[in-house]
């Protein structure tokens, strides 16, 4: 099949006496986007897969793939294909017939869905062991098998629900790096749900992340990081430092706005007026330690923990008002002039690195 675009257009889904798990959520995946619906559990991420893959009906809204409107047709008629965390494997199946068992059912003989099947081990890299069953693989090998299982019905969207979550590291980083090969060799879209920001970053085209059964922001990884729209995306995708308080000055350019203890910052003007709160974020990398100060873009912390990531330190601090602020330094900085909890820090950051954001999509 071609590929082709996806376009949810104001999908909600209610269940049955509950709020809305997903809330008028619309989006376009171009067709060959490899896409990743990034959340914490609870955000509706698996409820939209399953309204794609057709195993969830819509309470409102429709689905388009390409020019057809799938909403009310069977998983089978979408041109989806889902595979699950489980993988849900036939236990007393070879791997070529758990591949093929679709063809099966459409009524294709034998021979030609075992050769179809046997293709389709080849892509995946299991075709020395067509003839085990699910009991006698490995979890990684499995999985390669349900991969297989779902693109034999040459799908124009793959649906992939947290298909790393039950590998371990070494094996989920090397599998990650199979599904993106995969993706880019057929050119059609991989919609793959995780709760990791990590995992969204490494493998989508588009990280879609969710809050609440909403979109708080759609876009490439890197305007994600750099620019999260939200102080919810900016936490979520971690290491940035949110600062929360109330305009006291709108200028042309610059604001300055007020921490609720008294402490002041400067940031680019964003349509912001006098008495409004506003939040804005620092990526932690962009900290730096006892340079001259920056006026509006300076505050004292108290060291609290310092965490060794191997290329990078990370130092959490405390300063009055603010939550939580944290900066990395490389590794070879930090060891040049190690902190220690307790100490007292000189922070400053550019103007040029502060991105005021806006309030959440669910606020
Ligand atoms: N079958 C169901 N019946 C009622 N409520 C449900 C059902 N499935 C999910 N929900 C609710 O809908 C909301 C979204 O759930 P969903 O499984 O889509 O979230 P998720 O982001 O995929 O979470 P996780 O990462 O934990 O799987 C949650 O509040 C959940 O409790």
């Given amino acids: 099949m071609e590929p082709a675009q996806i376009e949810l257009i104001g999908v909600t889904k209610r269940y049955a006496g509950g709020a809305a798990a997903v809330d008028d959520v619309s989006l376009k995946i171009p067709a060959g986007t490899y896409c990743c619906l990034l959340g914490p559990s609870g955000c509706g991420k698996s409820t939209t897969l399953r309204m794609i893959a057709g195993h969830e009906t819509i309470t409102e809204g429709d689905i388009r793939l390409g020019t057809t409107v799938v909403t009310d047709l069977p998983p089978a008629a979408r041109g989806t294909a889902m595979m699950f965390q489980s993988y849900a494997l036939f236990p007393h199946l070879d791997t070529t017939d758990n591949v093929a068992f ?3 059912m459409k009524g294709m003989d034998k021979a030609a869905r075992r050769a179809r099947a046997m293709e389709m081990l080849k892509l995946v890299h299991m075709e020395h062991l067509a003839e085990r069953r699910p009991a006698q693989l490995s979890g990684g090998q499995q999985q390669r098998v349900a991969l297989a299982r779902a693109l034999i019905t040459d799908p124009q969207v793959l649906l992939l629900d947290e298909p790393l979550s039950a590998l371990d590291p070494f094996l989920k980083i090397k599998v990650r790096q199979e599904l993106k090969r995969l993706q880019l060799q057929l050119g ?3 919609i793959h749900v995780t709760h990791s920001q990590e995992e969204a970053m490494a493998l989508a085209d588009l990280v879609v992340v969710m809050n609440g059964g909403r979109i708080e922001q759609a876009a490439t990884p890197r305007e994600v990081f750099n620019r999260p729209e939200t102080a919810f995306v900016a936490r979520f995708m971690g290491d940035h430092n949110v600062l929360k308080g109330r305009v006291t000055q709108a200028g042309d350019d610059a604001i300055r706005f007020e921490l609720p203890d008294g402490l002041s ?9 006098v008495g409004q709160p506003i939040e804005i974020a620092v990526r932690n ?5 006892g340079r001259e100060p920056v006026t509006g873009c300076s505050l004292t912390g108290l060291v609290q923990n310092i965490e060794y990531h191997g290329q990078k330190v990370q130092v959490a601090l405390s300063a009055p008002g603010v939550d939580e602020f944290a900066l990395q330094l490389p590794e070879t900085d930090f060891f040049s002039a190690p902190l220690h909890v307790g100490d007292a820090v000189p922070l400053t950051w ?3 690195d502060v991105h005021v954001l806006k309030p959440s999509a669910t606020a």
């Fill in 188 to 190: 059609i879209s991989f």
């Fill in 265 to 273: 910052f400067t940031a680019p003007a964003s349509g912001a007026e």
């Fill in 285 to 289: 990398d962009r900290v730096r330690i």
């Fill in 102 to 104: 679709s063809l099966k």
């Fill in 350 to 352: 550019a103007p040029e």
